[in-house]
T-cell receptor
Framework: QQQVKQSPQSLIVQKGGIPIINCAYE??????FPWYQQFPGKGPALLIA?????SEKKEGRFTISFNKSAKQFSLHIMDSQPGDSATYFC??????????FGTGTSLTVIP | GAVVSQHPSWVICKSGTSVKIECRSL??????MFWYRQFPKQSLMLMAT?????????EQGVEKDKFLINHASLTLSTLTVTSAHPEDSSFYIC????????????FGDGTRLSIL
């Protein structure tokens, strides 16, 4: 059973657009929600993370929006660039390191 | 900070041989290390979790005798694929965590394993 559901599977946007990737979870025990960016042939790199006591967190062009009541969170990439083309994974974590990853979203930013 | 080094990055070997992959946390002590397998265009599949000084916990369906994990120190974990066969060819990725609350996993760059 997929603990964290991620959509869409793939996404194509024009340069400067704002791609949005969504994740949903059921288990209310999750208390930490990181996003990872992965380029081909590389391991995932931590992008940004949020805790459920915060509704939004911004780091540079990346923003996480968190809706605790709906058990959903999303990643927004402002002013997207071709260099942002990668696969993005959301994750959810219990306190104590039990991690669950989403299925990934392949983002392509067209110049 | 939070650098995880994985070695080798790519290995090709004959069927039946054993392959060892190393995962090192370079600038922090990793209480817990994780090993994942990733197929093309798919998500990460957790294989096992290891805590320093204790036996690894394997996920359901992962053969512990095939995939030997050792976490002998707070900065090093190894995955040995024993008697490898072509179906073991994959991208293997390790990650490490300091083990404190709200600490994310930090990933190595993965090992591309090809068994001929």
């Amino acid at each position: 059973q997929q603990q964290v559901k991620q959509s869409p599977q793939s996404l194509i946007v024009q340069k400067g657009g704002i791609p949005i990737i969504n994740c949903a979870y059921e288990n209310t025990a999750f208390d930490y929600f990181p996003w990872y960016q992965q380029f081909p042939g590389k391991g995932p790199a931590l992008l940004i993370a949020i805790r459920p006591d915060v509704s939004e967190k911004k780091e540079g062009r990346f923003t996480i929006s968190f809706n605790k009541s709906a058990k959903q969170f999303s990643l927004h990439i402002m002013d997207s660039q071709p260099g942002d083309s990668a696969t993005y994974f959301c994750a959810a974590m219990y306190t104590g390191n039990q991690f669950y990853f989403g299925t990934g979203t392949s983002l392509t930013v067209i110049p | 900070g939070a650098v995880v080094s994985q070695h080798p990055s790519w290995v090709i070997c004959k069927s039946g041989t054993s392959v060892k992959i190393e995962c090192r946390s370079l600038d922090f002590q990793a209480t817990t290390m994780f090993w994942y397998r990733q197929f093309p265009k798919q998500s990460l599949m957790l294989m096992a979790t290891s805590n320093e000084g204790s036996k690894a916990t394997y996920e359901q369906g992962v053969e512990k005798d095939k995939f030997l994990i050792n976490h002998a120190s707070l900065t090093l974990s190894t995955l040995t694929v024993t008697s490898a066969h072509p179906e073991d060819s994959s991208f293997y990725i390790c990650s490490a965590s300091p083990g404190h609350y709200y600490q994310p996993q930090h990933f190595g760059d993965g090992t591309r394993l090809s068994i001929l």
